[in-house]
């Protein structure tokens, strides 16, 4: 892991210190490591690098992240949307446009700052 991936990770948050919070691990869970969470799309960013994910995530504790004992209630904006679509009866290819739509504008996806493969909706 190098000083510039780190530095990468840290202007996320800097930049919307709201956007985030540290979710406590679950006991039973694989991992003794809070979990990143965008409470504004919903969802979990997942860091393959447990290394990388311990760095990153003492340095968002030292910055004051809140450190929560459950994930935050929610859903993404893409799949209310597409509950909402399916259940007026808007056929695929409605869907597939206002799903592609919200996309092109960056919401509920992963924080365009990064083109990391390792970090995605997955949480």
């Known amino acids: 892991m190098s000083n510039d991936e780190v530095k990468e990770y840290e202007r996320m948050w800097t930049l919307d210190r709201e956007r985030y919070v540290l979710v406590k691990p679950d006991p039973k869970g694989y991992s003794e490591i809070p979990r990143i969470y965008d409470v504004i799309d919903c969802f979990g960013i997942?860091?393959?690098?447990?290394?990388l994910a311990a760095t990153i995530v003492g340095h968002m504790l030292a910055a004051g992240v809140p450190l929560v004992d459950e994930t935050p209630p929610g859903i993404n904006p893409v799949t209310q949307t597409q509950l909402d679509m399916i259940e007026a009866g808007a056929s695929a290819d409605e869907i597939n446009r206002a799903v592609a739509e919200l996309r092109r504008l960056g919401i509920g996806q992963t924080n365009p700052?990064?083109?990391?493969?390792?970090?995605?909706?997955?949480?």
């Open 46 to 51: 997942f860091l393959e690098d447990d290394s």
């Open 113 to 123: 700052l990064f083109s990391d493969p390792t970090w995605g909706g997955r949480g």
